[in-house]
């Protein structure tokens, strides 16, 4: 049996009703959030692409970035992301650390990788194929895991805005660490990806309807370069 994946609005919702059950506190959260927007990247290296670009940065300057590279490119497939010029990518304001991340996931593709395919692959072993590759750190092998396969279980514990949701929904003294934040999120197991995206959903909410899928915090970002 493959991994519980979340890839539609009704399956969302019975992830959310079981999530409910499970923690009746989440029902609370629930009630101020409303519903979470099904968010989806693509499963493939066009979705790897994007999340590379948004480390570190705002989600308004990440699709500015991003938009500039499929005005050029057009569909980013491996063939025109790797033949592109590295003048293209600084044209568009991808910096260089990222630049090389997007080189090193062409080569990986060139050595055999298919990430669309790490859908159907245990999830540790998919985060460590992603993790191994330079410039992939967790925030972004589990946010891709999330929002591109639908893992239903993966948790971005890096997430800035993630942890203080945690923070804020439950009334804790300070936003927590990296492992605080995976520790108090084991209680949600196997829906721990359902649980951050009510989190997100209710940070938002409590923030007037601002986006709330932040980016990496620089401590759990060792791998991914700027």
Known sequence: MGPLR???????AAALDALCALDPEMARLRAVAGEPPLRALDPGLAGLVWLVN????SVTAARAIHGRIEAALGALDHARLSQAPDELFRAAGVSRGKLRT??????????????????ERDEQEARATLT??????????DVFLLFAHGRADAFP??????????KEAFGLPARPGVA??????????????????LLWAYYRA?????DAVSAPSRAATVRETL
């Open 132 to 141: 191994a590759i330079p410039g992939i750190g967790p925030w972004t092998a």
């Open 206 to 210: 409590m923030r007037g309807g601002l």
């Open 6 to 12: 979340i890839l539609g609005k009704p399956e969302l």
């Open 102 to 119: 997007i080189r090193a996931l062409c080569a990986a593709v060139d050595g055999g990788l298919d990430i669309a395919g790490l859908a």
């Open 54 to 57: 948004s480390q570190m940065i």
């Open 157 to 166: 514990a890096g997430d800035v805005a993630l942890r203080a949701a945690l």
């Open 180 to 197: 605080e934040a995976e520790r108090i999120a084991e209680r949600w197991r196997p829906l721990r990806g359902v649980a951050a995206q």
